[in-house]
């Protein structure tokens, strides 16, 4: 049964399409609906963006479908829970990161190969957002814009339809990936399974957990990074792993997508940490101004705000120093890369 608080868009949950993705850089003009324009620097992004946005909706849609086919009652509540969440939009950075990884090293057909790893960590992510909102990690009502999916479904709903997206992406990566050595379909699942575990998303959010409350003193530089770096990082680097692995890449090239991820990935929480403090609830779309209120630290309470934007620009300069072998057919990388510390959301 669907459990709505009162307000909650319980519609959503039924709605056939996907909202369009709000990756809007800020370094444009703002338009009607808060998305950005893009600056000259973007143009790269916003095309590749504007044709595979689209395209990795569907796919997600549609694996969800496959996965309780033939659909029934007995389903619906789980297909509805795991659709609302994926259906209330994000920016779609990771799927874009696998496909742009997968273009660079096999172009159109490298990214055919890869839509079903694109879909999978689109899947991780929006299952780690569903956890990591439940009243016993952040417990937030706010996600996406949206009621987070606990507050519409309730917890043991919510908990599940993540284990089931969680599942659901090795399901879809094993069985929609063609045309791809078998040996490297394995590799994705490893490296998939790698970044969710303990040295991945669990593990890095386990730290986060225990560092909550404690003061500056406790939790280092060293300390949040190795938080972020798993918490955080190990996704992208998956995302931008496995779209290289299935498009062919040399294990040398697969090297240089890792550590360039690696390092947009820490970028990309540091960003976060620093909208947390100078952004709104509406404009983020979750509850802005939470690190505070749990007293966590953050890269601007160890750096300061300067500190923390000066870090997460000496990260993406490093991180597209990586590309330079690759030149212009790397402008996509290159360019989501300054996105991810440019972004308003
Ligand atoms: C259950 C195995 C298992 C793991 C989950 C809850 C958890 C463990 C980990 C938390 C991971 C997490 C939420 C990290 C924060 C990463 C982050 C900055 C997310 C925001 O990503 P955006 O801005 O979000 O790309 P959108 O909504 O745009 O997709």
New binding site residues.
């Given amino acids: 049964m669907l459990r709505t608080e009162p307000g909650a868009p319980a519609a959503s949950a039924t709605t056939d399409a996907m909202p369009a993705a709000?990756v809007a850089p800020t370094n444009g003009v703002a338009g009607a609906n808060g998305a950005v324009a893009p600056s000259a620097g973007t143009v790269a992004l916003m095309k590749f963006l504007a044709t595979q946005k689209d395209s990795v909706d569907t796919a997600l849609e549609a694996a969800v479908d496959a996965s309780v086919a033939p659909a029934g009652p007995e389903t619906a509540t789980i297909s509805d829970a795991m659709k609302y969440s994926l259906r209330?939009?994000?920016?779609?950075?990771?799927p874009a990161l696998t496909l742009a990884a997968a273009s660079l090293f096999g172009g159109e057909a490298g990214m055919a190969a890869a839509m079903p790893s694109a879909v999978a960590v689109e899947m991780i992510?929006?299952?780690?957002?569903i956890?990591?909102d439940l009243p016993a990690?952040d417990n937030d009502d706010l996600?996406?814009g949206l009621p987070t999916n606990h507050v519409v479904y309730g917890e043991d709903v919510a908990i599940l339809a993540?284990?089931a997206l969680?599942a659901l992406a090795f399901e879809h990566v094993a069985k929609a990936t063609e045309g791809v050595d078998p040996r490297r379909v394995v590799s994705v699942l490893g490296v998939l399974g790698a970044c969710?575990?303990a040295r991945g998303?669990?593990g890095?959010?386990v730290m986060?957990l225990e560092s909550e409350g404690k003061g500056d003193g406790e939790v280092t530089m060293e300390t949040l990074t190795w938080i972020h770096t798993h918490?955080?990082a190990a996704?992208l680097v998956a995302s931008a792993v496995a779209g290289a692995t299935v498009a062919g890449a040399s294990d040398e090239d697969v090297g240089r997508l890792r550590t360039f991820a690696t390092k947009i990935g820490l970028a990309?929480?540091i960003a976060?940490d620093v909208l947390d403090v100078t952004s709104s609830s509406t404009v983020l779309?979750?509850t802005s101004g939470k690190d505070e209120a749990v007293n966590k630290v953050t890269y601007p309470r160890l750096l300061g705000l300067d500190g923390a934007r000066a870090r997460a620009e000496e990260l993406v300069a490093e991180a597209k120093a990586c590309l330079d072998v690759y030149g212009d057919k790397a402008a996509v990388l290159s360019e989501l890369a300054d996105f991810i510390i440019e972004?308003r959301?």
């Fill in positions: 709000t209330a939009g994000g920016k779609r950075v990771r992510h929006t299952m780690s957002l956890h990591d990690m996600r996406r993540g284990d969680l969710v575990g998303l669990a890095g959010q986060d918490k955080t996704l990309f929480q976060d779309g979750k972004r959301n």
